[in-house]
């Protein structure tokens, strides 16, 4: 028999700091490893890995349970050739929870792109709103950039998927492939056997009977699959597109800011021309800020979700310079209650509320939060590229806020791809 899988979960985009019994740190130094090593002998610290800058400068460091993290990082900051110090932070999704689409269940097969998908997939109210199809009709682009994705990983056997993915890379195992599969067990996986949608926790509606939502009904799987989602709305906009699936987050949503580092790096190594990060921290980081830079200045695009607060305040990469800030509307054109808000953050807004997408072992979704307005913003920016691939991240930024004038507080409006693509010209 045929299985069918399908699953209800809103992800917000907020990364909050937690406290854990492992400390760890960033540190930059102005020349070699030596400096570091001689430094953290005398300190008690412990050299983990570098964290693969481009100039060789960045480590990530150990301290002992017991030891005063601040009173180490004050030490470094004065030692002689240590550029900076920080706390490698550890950072955590939250989450809501929200009624199940109808476009859910409309699971008609249809062709798209030389695969079956979902019909609700492609019929949704969000493609509509921003004017996917006719975009589509209108320019014929279907996306040929990489475009990387720093989440909890993807699904690579998808069949939606599958055929667009590059291998990645897995940073919270430190293993090529940027699969999320392997953080479940047997027994987890067996949520994809199911018929009828039951919540199997305060976010996820799932197609599977009631003894199978206990498995996942805990906080080790919350993220589980926001990844593939992600990659699935990227996908939608543009189905030829490359993605550079890069794992950075846990399962259960939490991930280092060290390794959102390493993937910022290994996204222009890999020459992707976009970077989707549908995540946000509520503070800056100087090592994070430096890496965006870096990024734009190498003719990336950086797109990030502003969070789910739904207040106007700063967070994180959305807040830095060259980042565009992606709020969330809902399918009637208003922002989402739940949506962080105002400028400088919010650059443009896109639909985030029952976005209908992909989730691992060939099922689908649907999602919300501005983790899922981000990634249709991204797919946009890797067809402008296609338009014209001499276009600079400020081109690309100024012409995706050729939108949809909505309030003053959601920056130039709602996304319009078929305005954005104009304006790209």
């Not at 481009?54 to 005063?68: K, V």
């Not at 990082?73 to 955590?92: K, T």
């Not at 967070?315 to 922002?335: F, K, Q």
């Amino acid at each position: 028999m045929k299985r069918r899988f399908c699953i209800s979960l809103a992800l917000a985009a907020l990364l909050t700091i937690r406290a854990t019994a492992e400390q760890r740190a960033i540190v930059r130094v102005a020349g070699t490893q030596a400096i570091l090593s001689t430094a953290c002998s005398l300190l008690g610290c412990t050299i983990v890995r570098g964290l693969d800058d481009p100039l060789g400068q960045l480590f990530l460091i150990g301290i002992s349970d017991t030891a005063s993290i601040s009173s180490l990082l004050s030490s470094l900051s004065v030692y002689p050739g240590i550029l900076n110090a920080e706390v490698d932070s550890v950072v955590r999704v939250a989450q809501d929870r929200p009624p199940v689409p109808p476009a859910l269940y409309d699971t008609i097969n249809v062709p798209f792109y030389g695969v079956q998908v979902h019909s609700g997939y492609l019929s949704q109210p969000a493609v509509s709103i921003v004017r996917l199809a006719d975009a589509r009709n209108m320019f014929g682009l279907s996306g040929n950039s990489a475009v990387a994705v720093i989440d909890t990983g993807v699904d690579p056997t998808h069949p939606v998927l599958q055929g667009v993915l590059a291998a990645g890379y897995d940073f919270t195992h430190n293993r090529s492939s940027g699969s999320e599969k392997g953080d479940v067990t047997q027994s987890t996986a067996a949520v994809v056997d199911g018929v009828s949608p039951v919540y199997v926790n305060s976010y996820t509606a799932a197609g599977i009977d009631q003894s199978t939502a206990a498995v996942v009904d805990t906080q080790q799987y919350s993220a589980f699959g926001h990844g593939t989602m992600v990659s699935g709305i990227v996908h939608l906009v543009a189905p030829t597109a490359i993605i550079l699936p890069l794992k950075s987050f846990g399962p259960d949503g939490s991930g280092y800011i060290s390794d959102i580092l390493r993937a910022v790096y290994m996204s222009v190594r890999s020459n992707a021309r976009v970077i989707n990060m549908s995540f946000s921290i509520p503070s800056s980081s100087v090592e994070f800020s430096r890496s965006i830079s870096y990024a734009t200045n190498s003719g990336v695009v950086c797109v990030a979700s502003v969070g789910n607060n739904g207040k106007n305040m700063p967070v994180y990469p959305a807040a830095y310079n060259g980042v565009i800030g992606v709020a969330s509307t809902t399918n009637d054109d208003v922002r989402s209650s739940f949506s962080n808000f105002g400028a400088p953050l919010v650059w443009v807004a896109a639909p985030g509320e029952g976005v209908v997408t992909t989730y691992p072992y060939g099922a689908y979704a649907a999602a919300w939060g501005t983790s899922f307005s981000a990634p249709l913003v991204a797919g946009t920016a890797a067809l402008l590229l296609q338009q014209n691939r001499a276009l600079t991240p400020a081109d690309v930024a100024s012409a995706i806020g050729h939108a949809r004038q909505l309030t003053s507080d959601l920056g130039n409006g709602r996304l319009d791809i078929v305005n954005a693509l104009q304006a790209g010209q």
